[in-house]
């Protein structure tokens, strides 16, 4: 359901050299799932910036993004203030489906949702395993996080440079109930080739609303057309046309 | 009290508010935000006689004050949208809502009317011979005033209720379309949609929409739109319906003192879902900052 409110900034603070860690205060009480986003308006701004949602804990909400143009370059040098906010979009991962030791593999800032997700997950007493797959050390962030949870973490790195070297799909695990995952195109096409089981892909478009009215990011699906936004970002591993 | 009711082709609205088509769907994702019951009525997500994926995405940009869209016509085909859409929009929306209609051909175009013009819920047909991002229809009915008025004729034939035709504003002579339309029949005319225009992008050096080009909308446009109205609302008699980047109710204002006899509200209702809400609610505010008692007085007004 979506929801309009505004949040006030409660922190602002890179973790890395590019990617940034908000947190919020405000009414959360529209994000019922993992891997919901948020879309958030800027001033100057015409459409708004689509953020997935990385943790809520109380009140606050953390959002992790990464300065990619115009909108999360402005983001990036907030202090404080209100937001305009939506919130509640998405239709988020389904945890009924997890199985036991469920696998959640995120790329770059495909990470943050995960977090959220293995949170929930590590609470219902799954165990979690996590792959989180950067391009290199630098840009490493929430592996300290995702241990604090309990989960079982690899990090792969694209140079080497820490944890295992390769792309996450090098470091895939024999064992495995199901998995969850989020992160660019071209490793979601991987990690749909690579693993054994069924699993659930988090999605990125180019969106106009965000909450379901302008068909600006719609996909064909095996099970029809579905708005990215409002019947995604999660897609079922057996609606991808891949 | 002032009075902001008008009336749209002999039927009245409470305000002259409508959503555009295309910018809020079957109404349903508005409803969980607010009672969609308030609104003059809407036009409906554009409808075609089969269903249509659209283009292939990014579909979507952003520009100054502004957006380029080039959805292509996105909808479940006029079947699916009388047996599950509207039944559904029943639910959330009591009034009756107006029916937006696209072709690839004369044949398409009374088709689709026809199947809407039989359904109790539809007030008006809006038929959009003025989409940018279809390749064989759409926009090529609305360039010339023969295919235009061509159009008009046909569907007038086949309906019963009142045609409101949708003009393109990438035409050299946006006024003789108009007349033309007029001259076949039509029983209203809507303007603005959107402009031609595109983006590149820097780092790929291609073009940000995968369809090239598309339409823009948003605050961008709004002093084009209102030009445009103004010179069809002094040219033709039957009601013309104006739209293209309103966002505030000051916007509606001047809309209707160019010759707006009630307006659509496009892009903002995508960026701000409570836009049309808000609107509503100042206009009255902003009817007696400037003097005005009822919105009729003032149709037109500065022609």
């Known amino acids: 359901m979506t929801k309009q409110g505004f949040f006030e900034i409660v922190s602002n603070a890179p973790l890395t050299e590019n990617v940034f860690k908000m947190e919020l205060c405000g009414d959360v009480s529209a994000i019922t799932s993992p891997g919901q986003f948020v879309n958030i308006k800027l001033d100057g701004l015409y459409l708004r910036r689509p953020i997935s949602v990385c943790d809520i804990d109380g009140g606050r909400l953390t959002l992790i993004y990464k300065v990619v143009g115009k909108g999360t370059e402005a983001m990036s040098r907030m202090k404080n203030g209100r937001l305009d906010i939506l919130s509640g979009l998405g239709n988020g991962y389904d945890m009924s489906l997890s199985g036991d030791s469920p696998l959640l593999i995120g790329g770059g800032v495909g990470v943050p949702p ?17 792959i989180l797959g950067f391009n290199t050390r630098s840009e490493i962030f929430y592996e300290q996080e995702f241990l604090a949870l309990g989960c079982s973490v690899t990090v792969t790195t694209v140079d080497g440079s820490y944890g295992v070297k390769g792309f996450v799909t090098s470091a895939l695990p024999k064992n495995y109930s199901y998995v969850y995952t989020c992160g660019p195109e071209p490793m979601l096409k991987a990690v749909f080739k690579g693993i054994s089981t069924s699993g659930q892909f988090s999605f990125e478009e180019r969106m106009g609303c965000g909450f379901g009215a302008c068909m600006g990011c719609t996909c064909e699906t095996v099970t029809g057309y579905k708005r990215i936004c409002r019947d995604g970002p999660v897609l079922k591993k057996e609606e991808i046309k891949w | 009290m002032v009075n902001t009711s008008v009336s749209l082709c002999g039927i ?35 409808t075609t006689r089969e269903p249509r994926l659209g283009n292939p995405t990014p579909r979507i940009a952003e520009t100054a004050s502004g957006m380029l869209n080039a959805v292509g016509l996105q909808n479940p085909g006029v079947d699916k949208v009388i047996s599950e859409e509207l039944v559904k929009m029943k639910k959330v929306f009591h ?17 689709t009317c026809k199947r809407l013009d039989a359904c109790g819920e539809v007030g008006w047909l809006e038929v959009n011979i003025s989409c940018p991002n279809v390749h064989g229809g759409g926009m090529s009915f609305g360039t ?5 008025a061509k159009v008009t004729a046909a569907v007038k034939k086949a309906v ?26 039509a029983d209203g005319i809507s303007l603005i949609n959107t402009l031609l225009g595109m983006r590149i992008d820097l780092k790929s050096r291609r073009p940000l929409l995968k369809n090239t080009t598309g339409g823009l909308s948003g605050p961008a446009v709004f002093p084009v739109a209102l030009r445009m109205v103004y010179q069809v609302a002094g040219a033709v008699k039957i ?23 009630a307006v659509e509200v496009g892009a903002q209702n995508l960026v701000d879902p409570m836009a049309c809400k808000k609107i509503i609610e100042d206009l009255p505010k902003v009817m007696e900052k400037y003097g005005i008692k009822n919105l009729n007085d003032i149709i037109g007004g500065a022609l």
């Open chain 2, 12 to 46: 009245a609205l409470d305000n002259p508010i409508i959503p555009a088509s295309g910018t809020f769907g079957y109404g349903y994702e508005f409803a969980e935000l607010y009672d969609i019951n308030i609104l003059g009525t809407f036009s409906f997500k554009g």
């Open chain 2, 160 to 185: 019963k209720k009142p045609v409101i035709i949708k003009l393109s504003p990438n035409v050299t002579d946006i006024v003789s379309i108009a007349k033309a339309c007029e001259d076949a029949g």
């Open chain 2, 95 to 111: 009034k009756k809502v107006m029916a937006n209609v696209s072709g690839f051909s004369l044949e398409d175009y009374v088709y």
């Open chain 2, 144 to 148: 010339s005033c023969e295919s235009a």
């Open chain 2, 239 to 261: 009601p013309v319906v104006g739209m293209g980047g309103i966002a505030t109710a000051e916007d509606v204002l001047e809309m209707m003192l160019a010759g707006a006899a």
């Open chain 1, 114 to 130: 995960l977090y959220y997700l293995a949170k929930k997950l590590r609470e219902s007493g799954k165990n979690v395993s996590a």
